[in-house]
């Protein structure tokens, strides 16, 4: 290859790594907060399709994007409140509530999405947040390509992770957060209502998970397909553990994600490559894995009580 | 009893617990009616077994439990604590048994948790950190607020514990059996110190089982059984007997008799072990002892001197190096370690809930823990249940176990019970070696004098017994010859004569034999 072609290639691919981590790094920071308080939502695939579909629904009835946000992080928070009270209040196992989740997701976007617009006559698409060119910044070469041209929901993350740290590590919610996930009894034995804390966690979590799916459909794609989240929900749980359960953690795995994501997609378009994409789609997880699993070094434990119900 | 204790003159009443119900789903009656009132700036202990409603009774008070039906009067007030902030902000302040502590926050982190609205930004806990410095420094209990709790021993843990009540501000200061995970040495310390804080006008209420803690340092003691009080008497007006009968209901065998040791032959010997502990360093060095037949040889010293290691060296559950270990004229290889079991040792391990027992198992699941696919509790595969419930009914009465119903799972059995079922299922196998570490930590009196009589009717029938105890009381009561260790080293033997006390307090702190005889 050529200089110019292959710097042209990392360009792009760079460029892409961004936008590919942005869904999944929303829903891993929101994972973030339930999993430091003590709750694994694993439904968070199907908490992001309903965010999905929420948004995209209200953005193509009524044409805005920023509405169609909003009523996607209405219903997150909704899936939320829902999924705390069967595992909070009624104390049933998370796991089987998230995986029910997923399931419930799933059908309920499929259905509706058919029953509303699979027969339309009207084109579907939306217009889409657009790329935001930082002045100045974006003409510099390369460097303008790879970081200074995207969506607002992909500048958003750089706000959201040093905000969620901040929060996480610097207020006294925070710290009540990080401490009924360790030992709830010790929180409340200090004054500290566990279930409360737990409650607003999930919903936080679902909040931003709903925010990953909306993007998706408003920033990314230009349209609600069936399972359009394509296991990216799964893909966040993972980038929880391997960003060892902090904002920043969570914001470099999924950019590692990402990037493997990018180039993939690129060899797939590439005509003379005869690798079975199966094989290339597999690539991110697997890469990941691998690089993440061998830096691991320090270990680093899950917060004490996750999954487990308080008293 | 000491002479300096100060006098308590002002007889005025700060807290007033009257007729105290509750219980528990499944019908355990925890408190049946708990008459408590504590004086101002007096250290009230309360003393009873375990499971006779100490810890509950505080934890109402505290606002962890609804009581079922009673009145609490405090500060001349009704009070009703909904949650323990209610309690917090009344200055009530509770030292729990099982710390209440989140170990990867740092000490700061913990004191200030639940002080603060959710909103409040915690940018800077330099002024935080300063005023527990300045109040470590008053109070004299040294530690360091930016570390983390994880980091702490054990003792530092509980000095946190004691500071974080202090900086909420307490006037009332409960604490749920502190000694139990201090060493001697720490023990002393926190007794002074509490008598201290007593002196300052602090009112303590002090949970305990321990009769020499009550003698030593009460103003005045309730005993509990059963979820009743007993009685409330002055501690200069009673002695321990006296005590011991009121808390177990009749009257407690404090002394224990054996048979004379008759000379045999050995039955176990280790010659120059070494065990690393977890972090590589050498905890138990060049190691050697021999233990006779129809012998107790006892273990002493201060708690983190290397009795951990050696006793799961030993178990086999521990890397180690040895020149020899043999046992019942068998030559152990280190590959033999793992089932020593099988060559006739059994081994009474120092944490029953986490080494001992299988704790959401049944008792009767924990009884066969070992030999559950021996005949005959096993059949070509399959459990023979009845055979199984049959023996382990049998061992619930032989060894007095209280528990409903076979099936129930141990978790459920109060810690002596617990023990009594290690015990049970340990000598049961008729061990000629038997390894015991901490026989008799957490439970309580009736079990003690039980698991106690127990360990000698084994050495009396023959077994070769190693005993390994922080409890000076303890070894001295049940060894016929003593090991002090200290530092992953024997420092010396000396025989169980109470006037040798003094020595081995000496080589449990260092001191070399030469020196201290």
């Not at chain 2, 370690?337 to 059994?346: E, I, K, S, Y």
Request: glycine share 8%.
């Amino acid at each position: 290859m050529e200089l110019i072609p292959s710097i042209l290639f990392l360009q792009g691919i760079l460029a892409a790594t961004w936008r590919m981590a942005t869904p999944i790094l929303y829903a891993a920071v929101g994972e973030v907060f339930s999993e430091k308080a003590g709750v694994i939502n694993i439904g968070l695939e199907g908490v992001m399709l309903i965010g999905a579909f929420s948004a995209y629904s209200v953005a193509f009835e009524s044409g805005s994007l920023w509405l169609g946000l909003l009523v996607g992080i209405l219903a997150g928070i909704l899936s939320g409140l829902i999924f705390a009270f069967f595992t909070i209040t009624i104390k049933a196992n998370q796991i089987v509530v998230g995986a029910a989740f997923n399931m419930i997701g799933m059908g309920i976007t499929g259905f509706l999405y058919r029953s509303m617009y699979a027969v339309s006559a009207v084109p579907l698409g939306l217009k889409t947040f657009q790329s935001v060119e930082i002045p100045f910044l974006s003409s510099i070469p390369f460097f303008g390509e790879v970081l200074f041209k995207h969506n607002i929901m992909v500048y958003g993350t750089l706000l959201l992770v040093p905000l969620a740290t901040f929060v996480l590590y610097k207020t006294a919610f925070g710290l009540s957060i990080r401490a009924v996930g360790e030992h709830p009894k010790a929180a409340d034995t200090v004054g500290v209502n566990v279930v409360r804390m737990r409650y607003v966690s999930v919903m936080i979590g679902t909040a931003l998970a709903a925010v990953g799916g909306a993007f998706l459909v408003l920033a990314y794609a230009d349209q609600f397909v069936e399972g359009v989240v394509s296991g990216r929900g799964f893909i966040a749980l993972a980038v929880v553990v391997f960003g060892r359960w902090k904002p920043w953690g969570a914001f470099w795995s999924s950019l590692l994600f990402g990037i493997f994501y990018a180039l993939q997609l690129r060899i797939q378009t590439m005509p003379d490559v005869n690798i079975p994409y199966q094989f290339l789609q597999a690539l991110p997880y697997l890469a990941t894995l691998v690089v993440l699993v061998g830096f691991n070094k320090r270990r680093v434990q899950a917060p004490k009580t996750l999954g487990v119900p308080y008293k | 009893m000491e002479d300096s204790m100060p006098k308590n003159n002002d007889p005025q009443t700060i807290l007033r617990m009257e007729e105290i119900h509750k219980s528990f789903p499944g019908g355990v009656f925890a408190n049946r009616g708990v008459n408590l009132e504590v004086r101002q700036g007096e250290i009230h202990c309360l003393l009873g077994e375990n499971g006779a409603g100490k810890t509950v009774l505080m934890s109402v008070l505290y606002g962890l439990y609804k009581p079922d039906a009673g009145s609490i009067y405090y500060k001349n007030e009704k009070f009703d604590a909904r949650n323990p902030k209610d309690a917090i902000q009344n200055r009530i302040g509770m030292v729990h048994q099982h710390f209440m502590l989140v170990e990867t926050l740092s000490v700061a982190e913990n004191i200030i948790l639940g002080q603060y609205k959710p909103w409040k930004v915690l940018n800077n806990l330099d002024p935080v950190i300063k005023k527990i410095q300045q109040m470590s420094k008053d109070y004299g209990l040294n530690v360091d607020p930016t570390s983390l709790v994880q980091d702490l021993s054990v003792g530092e843990q509980q000095r946190v514990e004691i500071l974080k009540a202090l900086y909420h501000g307490a006037d009332l200061l409960i604490l749920d059996e502190p000694t139990a995970v201090l060493t001697p040495q720490e023990s002393e310390h926190l007794l002074d110190f509490l008598r201290q804080l007593a002196d300052k006008g602090l009112t303590i209420v002090f949970i305990t089982h321990k009769l020499e803690e009550v003698m030593q340092i009460s103003d005045r003691v309730t005993i509990l059984r059963d979820g009743k009080t007993i009685a409330t008497v002055n501690t200069k007006e009673t002695n321990p007997p006296e005590l011991a009968k009121m808390m177990v209901g009749r009257d407690v065998l404090m002394d224990l008799s054996k048979k004379e040791k008759q000379p045999g032959k050995i039955i176990f010997s280790v010659k120059n072990l070494n065990v690393k502990d977890e972090r590589g360093l050498p905890a138990v060095k060049n190691f050697s002892f021999e233990v006779y037949e129809r012998e107790v040889v006892g273990i002493a010293g201060v708690s983190g001197n290397g009795q951990s290691e050696l006793a799961l060296a030993l178990a086999g559950l521990m890397n180690s190096e040895f020149d020899s270990i043999i046992l019942n004229e068998i030559s152990i290889t280190k590959r033999d370690l793992t089932r020593l079991n099988q060559l006739g040792m059994a081994h009474i391990p120092e944490d029953r809930q986490k080494m001992g027992l299988i704790l959401p198992f049944s008792v009767s699941e924990n009884f066969i823990a070992e030999t559950f696919n021996d005949r005959p509790f096993s059949k070509y595969g399959f459990l023979q249940f009845k055979t199984i419930k049959n023996y382990s009914q049998s061992l619930v009465k032989k060894f007095s176990i209280r528990v409903g119903d076979v099936d129930e799972e141990i978790a459920h059995l109060s810690g002596g019970n617990q023990q009594k079922v290690v015990v049970a299922r340990e000598l049961d196998r008729r061990p000629k070696f038997l390894l015991v570490n901490q026989p008799t930590r957490g439970i309580d009196i009736g079990a003690t004098e039980f698991v106690r009589q127990q360990i000698i009717a084994e050495r009396d029938g023959g077994a070769a017994i190693l005993l390994i105890s922080t409890d000076l009381e303890e070894i001295f009561a049940l060894s016929d010859r003593i090991l002090v260790m200290f530092e992953g080293q024997v420092m010396g033997e000396v025989s169980p004569n109470p006037d040798m006390i003094e020595q081995v307090g000496l080589l449990m702190a260092g001191k070399t034999i030469e020196s201290v005889l």
